[in-house]
């Protein structure tokens, strides 16, 4: 028992020193600027197609699930605002944060590990590069810039995946439908999702990358590692969101 919780505290420790180096590095130039734009591409590529597919079902689901429960009550009209808050306030960032933690947070790890494992990573630091400069603090800031895109990008196909199961059902015009979703949304609604999913994305990358530098046993150490990676970025994604709603209720209280 006392081996686990000293194993622990080493490794909490290890990753406070891992992020500190992040703080420490990001306003000392050189800027990567061409790195952090190759990362965006490259991670937005990766994740786009599966998040607004995954999305777009989600809208489809709520619509469906929350028809019998509000006819019931004589209030399908208030479908499209019961579905669009839930999907931009919570679902959306959510889903989409690990979504891009299964397949972004394993992919670093996997790279990274793969690098460590085979030398490339001492061979950068022996020809005078900085690698964690080189390969930590691009794909963490590429990351924190891409999830409030990418989960813009999840509201927008959430809703119109409920539309689109309002229009199976009722027929309902795009115009009506949309008017009720202008109606209920506030910015106050919208902005602090998104700005969340900042957060998210700095802690999938942050994690994907230590686990990667962290690698040992050969290539099996970077299986472990890549799937340490997404079950570590999948449990602090919860935490982080558990924290961050909390201060919206407290901070950015519903206006209705």
């Known amino acids: 028992m006392l081996t686990r919780t000293r194993h622990a505290l080493a490794e909490i420790g290890s990753h406070a020193l891992f992020i500190g180096k992040f703080f420490r590095g990001i306003f000392v130039p050189p800027y990567e600027f061409r790195q952090i734009v190759r990362h965006i591409d490259e991670l937005g590529a990766l994740s786009l197609p599966l998040t607004l597919v995954i999305n777009f079902i989600m809208g489809l689901i709520l619509a469906m699930q929350a028809r019998p429960t509000m006819v019931r009550f004589g209030a399908t009209a208030f479908i499209p605002a019961l579905v669009t808050r839930s999907l931009t306030i919570e679902l959306a960032p959510v889903i989409t944060a ?75 015009t795009t115009e009506y439908y949309y008017s009720q979703v202008i109606d209920s949304l506030y910015f106050t609604d919208v902005m602090p999702g998104v700005f969340k999913t900042a957060f998210f994305g700095f802690a999938i990358a942050m994690i994907g990358c230590y686990k990667g530098f962290h690698v040992g046993g050969g290539t099996e150490g970077v ?34």
């Open 98 to 172: 690990l979504v891009v933690a299964g397949r972004v947070a394993s992919g670093i790890a996997a790279e990274l590990g793969s690098m460590k494992v085979t030398e490339q990573i001492e061979a950068m630091e022996c020809s005078g590069i900085n690698p964690y400069r080189y390969l930590v603090i691009p794909r963490v800031i590429a990351l924190v810039i891409l999830m409030p895109l990418l989960t813009l990008c999840a509201d927008f196909i959430g809703i119109f995946g409920s539309y689109i199961a309002e229009y199976i059902a009722t027929g309902a």
């Open 223 to 256: 299986g472990k590692a890549t799937t340490g990676a997404v079950v570590l970025s999948s449990f602090w994604i919860l935490v982080i969101d558990m924290i961050m709603v909390k201060l919206i209720i407290t901070y950015f209280p519903d206006p209705f």
